[in-house]
């Protein structure tokens, strides 16, 4: 990987990572589902004018605009409203590594390796006493919702490979087209029509910050990278990048709100990361054969 394309990534990683401390700014005040509806608005208009619709039939656009829409990134504001820190719901996010792990078994008759279940054990026992020894940052509703999340994402990843879409970017535009209105559905369902009088009257500066910087910095800018140097590079050598996520998203919430973690979730959450990059790593391990270039991107 060259420097300049290393460094790009990296921001993009540092700006998913801050993503999670302005989905905060945004839900702390206002209602979640909304706050994710308007990102979405935002990001599709007035881009989607100038993008070309993918040659995929609808019901694949309107069915990855409701998971990626409603079932990541509305659960995942839902989890951090109701509780769980914005540093924490990055690093329980990264469940979807585990959740995709099970959708290639049940979906695609994967098979999972030893160190692949022993990553697994080491991610699972860090959530779990991540869980136990909270200092106040995460609730049974933030870990409930953040898990909804993390089931999903492995599920847009299926509607899109369904697709055969060979534009991923479009695709992502377009399918987010069909966000919004799910997400006002289930505000207006378990909200009632007036919160959406009191969201526009409680509107500020905050929430469009938060929603600006979620839908354009963090969606278009974000996504066209990541989808780049996803045709350019292995999957093998993209995906690891993905932990600096939760390191930036620890440092940002901290930074902006002061969170904290205990001692025990310090440790448990180095575990948890470990036990990821032990699932991600498609490398050979120590005293092992490395695997030809060509196998790696064939794989890919």
Known sequence: MNPRDFWLIVLVMAIWGI??????????ELDPLLVAAARFLCATFPIIFFIR???????????????????????????????????????????????????????????????????????LLGVLVAIVYTNGNVTPAGVLFILISAICWPLAGVIVRRSGTQSAFAFNIWGMLFAPLPLIGL???????????????????????????????????????????????????????TLLVTVFALASGYLMYGEQLSPAQWASCTAFLL??????????????????????????
Request: with cysteine; charged share 10%; net charge positive.
């Open 53 to 123: 619709r993918p040659k995929v039939p609808w019901r694949h656009l309107i069915g990855y605009g409701l998971v990626f829409g409603t079932g990541i990134w509305g659960m995942a504001s839902c989890a951090i409203t109701f509780g769980l820190s914005a540093g924490m719901a990055s690093v329980l996010l990264q469940l979807d590594v585990l959740t995709t792990v099970l959708v290639g078994v049940l979906l695609y008759r994967e098979t999972i390796s030893r160190r692949m279940w022993s990553g697994i054990a080491i991610a």
């Open 19 to 28: 993503n999670f401390s302005m989905i905060k700014l945004g839900v702390s």
């Open 187 to 241: 505000s207006l369902l378990f909200n009632g029509i007036d919160v959406l009088e009191i969201t526009y009257r409680q509107w500020h500066a905050g929430a469009w910050l938060s929603v600006l910087f979620q839908a354009y910095p963090t969606t278009l800018f974000g996504y066209w990278v990541w989808n780049r140097m996803l045709l350019k590079y292995p999957m093998s050598q993209m995906a690891p990048m």
């Open 275 to 300: 036990g990821i990059a032990l699932v991600l790593y498609r490398g050979p391990l120590p005293g092992k054969p490395r695997t030809p270039l060509s196998t790696d991107k064939g794989t890919a």
